[in-house]
C-alpha cells in the first residue's frame, strides 16, 4: 500500500513569504505527526493530530506556525512570514491509532528560505 | 525531562566488520517505548525497530541486533557484517508515558561503510 507522501519535496521561498506544506498520511492512520528537521540533528516534533483535533502542539516554535487536519486524513503545515532560520526538512509521520505505535514518515518536505 | 543521546556522531568501518550504534536516554516514566531508524542518503526515516520498556530481551533481525539494558538506560544496536547499503544516519528515539506518542530523537549516527 501506498506510504506518506508529502508535497512538494523542495521549497524555496522568500523571508516574509507564506507557504504551506502538505502530507498525506498512510489510508487509515488516525494519528498524524509533524517533525522539523535541521541540518545535522535529529528530527524535532512539532504537533501531533489524533483524528481532526491537535492533540499536541507544543513542539510549534511560535504562533507563525498552524497545522490543520480538517477531514482527519491529509494536513497542512501553514507557515507565515517565513524567516532564514524556518529552512529545514519537515517530515511528517502517521500512525494507526497514536499513542506509541510505530510512527511511519514520509519522505520531507526541504524548505529553503532566503 | 525526556532525552536521548547518540554520542557517536560518526563512525567508518570497513565491509564486513560488526559495528555497534549506541543509544542512552532519559525518562522519569516507567512505562516508555524506544526506537531505532534508519535515514539512507534519499532522506526519509525507515523505521526499524519498536521496544517496550517492559521487554528487556534482546532482538536479532538477520543481521541486525538491539541490546536493551534498563539497569544503565542503554538501547545499543549493533550491525553484524556490515555492507555499504547500511551506509546512513541512525536515529534512536524514545515515546514516554503522556506525550500522545511524540518521539524524542537523539542526535543520529553517521554510519559509513566503505568497500
Known amino acids: 500500500g501506498a506510504g506518506v507522501s508529502q508535497t512538494p519535496s523542495n521549497k524555496v521561498t522568500e523571508k516574509g513569504k507564506y507557504v504551506e506544506l502538505r502530507c498525506d498520511p498512510i489510508?487509515?492512520?488516525?494519528?498524524l505527526y509533524w517533525y522539523r528537521q535541521s541540518l545535522g540533528q535529529g528530527p524535532e516534533f512539532l504537533i501531533y493530530?489524533?483524528?481532526?483535533?491537535?492533540?499536541?502542539d507544543s513542539g510549534l516554535p511560535n504562533d507563525r506556525f498552524f497545522a490543520v487536519r480538517p477531514e482527519g486524513s491529509v494536513s497542512t503545515l501553514k507557515i507565515q512570514r517565513t524567516e532564514r532560520g524556518d529552512s529545514a526538512v519537515y517530515l511528517c509521520?502517521?500512525?494507526?491509532?497514536?499513542?506509541?505505535?510505530?510512527?511511519?514518515f514520509g519522505p520531507g518536505t526541504r524548505l529553503l528560505v532566503l | 525531562a525526556q532525552k536521548v543521546t547518540q554520542a557517536q556522531t560518526e563512525i567508518s568501518v570497513v565491509e564486513k566488520e560488526d559495528v555497534t550504534l549506541d543509544c542512552v536516554y532519559e525518562?522519569?516514566?516507567?512505562?516508555?517505548?524506544l526506537f531505532w531508524y534508519k535515514q539512507p542518503p534519499s532522506g526519509e526515516l525507515v523505521f526499524l525497530i519498536r521496544?517496550?520498556?517492559?521487554?528487556?530481551q534482546n532482538e536479532i533481525s538477520g543481521r541486525y541486533s538491539w541490546n536493551f539494558q534498563k539497569s544503565t538506560s542503554s538501547f545499543n544496536f549493533t550491525i553484524t557484517a556490515s555492507q555499504v547499503v547500511d551506509s546512513a544516519v541512525y536515529f534512536c528515539?524514545?515515546?514516554?508515558?503522556?506525550?500522545?506518542?511524540?518521539?524524542?530523537f537523539g542526535q543520529g549516527t553517521e554510519l559509513s561503510v566503505k568497500p
Open positions: 509521520a502517521s500512525s494507526l491509532n497514536g499513542g506509541r505505535e510505530t510512527q511511519y
Open positions: 489510508s487509515g492512520h488516525t494519528a
Open positions: 493530530f489524533q483524528g481532526t483535533g491537535a492533540a499536541d
Open positions: 525518562t522519569r516514566d516507567t512505562t516508555y517505548y
Open positions: 521496544r517496550n520498556s517492559f521487554d528487556e
Open positions: 528515539a524514545l515515546s514516554g508515558n503522556n506525550q500522545g506518542g511524540k518521539l524524542i
